[in-house]
């Protein structure tokens, strides 16, 4: 059984940082994409930033590059999204997930792919 788990949501003031964490479990990590995604209510869920199997290979969408950074430990089976300069429209539900048989860009671009999905953690951001 595939089970993601995230972590480290919470509220923030602009400017704040967060640390958000999905710990996996019941799949190859070293076969599987990886990535974070959000959703906004009324907005589509959007790919933020996904990695190889094998790590070294990151995708990261336009609106969080420079601020967001992804790492995955495959021997701990938990990946990281640190988050920085968090702003008001960052407010979201930020999930993991997990894919095999994808690239990091095709998993965090395409909405149609199947994915494992964990439950998300919210982010609220807001003076």
């Known amino acids: 059984q595939v089970q993601l788990v995230e972590s480290g949501g919470g509220f923030v003031q602009p400017g704040g940082s967060l640390r958000l964490s999905c710990a996996a479990s019941?799949?190859?990590?070293?076969?599987?994409?990886i990535g974070w995604f959000r959703q906004a209510p009324g907005k589509e869920r959007e790919g933020l930033s996904c990695?190889?199997?094998?790590?070294?290979?990151?995708w990261y969408a336009d609106s969080v590059r420079g601020r967001f950074t992804l790492s995955r430990d495959n021997a701990e089976n938990t990946m990281t999204l640190q988050i920085n300069n968090l702003r008001p429209e960052d407010t979201a539900v930020y999930y993991c997930?997990?894919?095999?048989?994808?690239?990091?860009?095709?998993?965090?671009?395409?909405?149609?792919?199947?994915?494992?999905w964990g439950q998300g953690t919210q982010v609220t951001v807001s003076s």
């Open positions: 997930a997990a894919r095999n048989f994808v690239g990091p860009k095709d998993l965090c671009r395409s909405n149609w792919i199947p994915a494992f």
């Open positions: 019941g799949f190859p990590s070293n076969y599987y994409a």
């Open positions: 990695m190889g199997g094998r790590g070294g290979n990151t």
